[in-house]
């Protein structure tokens, strides 16, 4: 594949809202988790909340969109100078030639969640003024980040459970390569709601504390809600961080446990590195997907195992942001780049003791150490399997 460029990225998640809070978080090895306070919840779960979504509504000619998860994806989209960076390529390509890639699993769920509470009694009809199309609908994130922005290129939805803001970079990839972009913003969000919580929790998902991954007591996710954006544009040599690979798979092999062996996950690095032209040698740390549930954590050391032997330092930064679900994707690219223009690992500092049959090289404490090539795995329940690799351009 061709390289592109991460010419502008932005990231807000529980560790902070934009690049330089995120940065200090991660820099101080702690985690923001804490006891579930989201609305009605009465579960006993830690989450990874983004504060003030409350008091941020989308308003004047967008007012329609207003939602949580459209406010989480307008606070990310003021971050970091990236609408600037937007404008910038428009004056460069055009808008009609930037295309749009967005990922969400549940999209804008919670407002369908609070309109069914608004049930007309004797009818069972849903309230006339629930704007589903703006809101639940999951174009909604896609239409609404292009009218935002000003662009007018093709514009993508894509919900693959939690590998769907990965796949992002994916399929803007292609387009760019068969010529339907010149440049491409992709990310997306995805926004606590109950379904979630509750749907976890139902399946016995979910952990009573912090999350944490490859730890020998780890007993479920913490779920967090992230959003998280980069502009993506063909490379130049020195040009910074660059898309050098990525993988994708669906191993269908059950709608919600991975393939025990990580068949998919494994598959979906090799093609990565094939696609990247690189050898496992050349990476120099492996952002796991590593969601700190038996089964799954379990499946993906086998997978790593299998590709990476023991040698290459892993480690899953969920223990910070809780599991994002669709939008884990994004922020753990930019997380894993963060690293490579910082020059360090990121810590897990919520697995106290990492699991004694875990065989791949989990590293909790992080460090500093100079990284050329990561790689960041992204997998969703039935299968989808998404993997990254990002390094200098």
Do not use: W
């Amino acid at each position: 594949m061709q390289q592109l460029s991460l010419t502008h990225y932005t990231v807000t998640s529980a560790l902070g809202c934009g690049l330089q809070e995120t940065l200090a978080t991660l820099r101080d090895r702690r985690s923001p988790l804490r006891p579930c306070d989201f609305e009605t919840v009465t579960l006993r779960t830690f989450i990874g909340a983004v504060d003030g979504l409350e008091d941020c509504p989308v308003e004047g000619a967008l007012a329609a969109y207003d939602c949580r998860n459209n406010r989480l994806a307008q606070l990310a989209l003021s971050q970091d100078g990236f609408r600037g960076a937007v404008a910038g390529a428009v004056k460069r390509y055009g808008s009609s030639r930037i295309g749009v890639f967005a990922g969400t699993s549940t999209a804008a769920i919670f407002e369908s969640e609070k309109a069914f509470r608004r049930l007309d009694p004797a009818t069972g009809i849903l309230p006339a003024n629930f704007p589903y199309r703006e809101t639940h609908n999951t174009f909604s994130i896609a239409d609404f980040i292009q009218h935002t922005l000003r662009l007018e290129g093709p514009a993508v939805s894509i919900s693959a459970a939690c590998a769907s803001t990965a796949m992002t970079f994916a399929a803007a990839s292609r387009m760019i390569e068969f010529g339907l972009c010149d440049a491409a913003v992709v990310g997306g969000v995805d926004s606590l709601c109950l379904t979630t919580l509750y749907g976890f929790h139902s399946l016995q998902l979910t952990s009573e504390g912090p999350c944490r991954p490859f730890d020998a007591a780890r007993d479920g996710i913490s779920i967090g809600e992230a959003g998280g954006f980069a502009l993506l544009e063909r490379a130049q040599s020195g040009s910074g961080i660059a898309l050098l690979g990525y993988g994708e798979t669906s191993d269908a092999h059950h709608m919600s446990s991975p393939h025990p062996e990580g068949l998919g996950a494994r598959l979906a690095m090799e093609k990565a590195l094939a696609s990247a032209r690189l050898q496992s040698s050349d990476i120099d740390y492996v952002n796991l997907h590593g969601t700190a549930t038996k089964v799954g954590d379990s499946a993906e050391d086998k997978a790593i195992a299998a590709v990476f032997g023991k040698s290459t330092p892993c480690s899953s930064t969920k223990g910070m942001t809780g599991h994002t679900l669709g939008s884990s994707g994004i922020i753990e690219a930019i997380l894993s780049t963060l690293g490579i223009v910082h020059g360090f690992i990121p810590a897990s500092p919520t697995t106290l003791k990492v699991d004694p049959a875990i065989a791949c090289h989990y590293v909790t404490d992080g460090g500093e150490r100079p990284l050329k090539r990561v790689m960041t795995n992204s997998f969703g329940f039935g299968g989808s399997n998404c993997s990254l690799i990002f390094g200098c351009a």
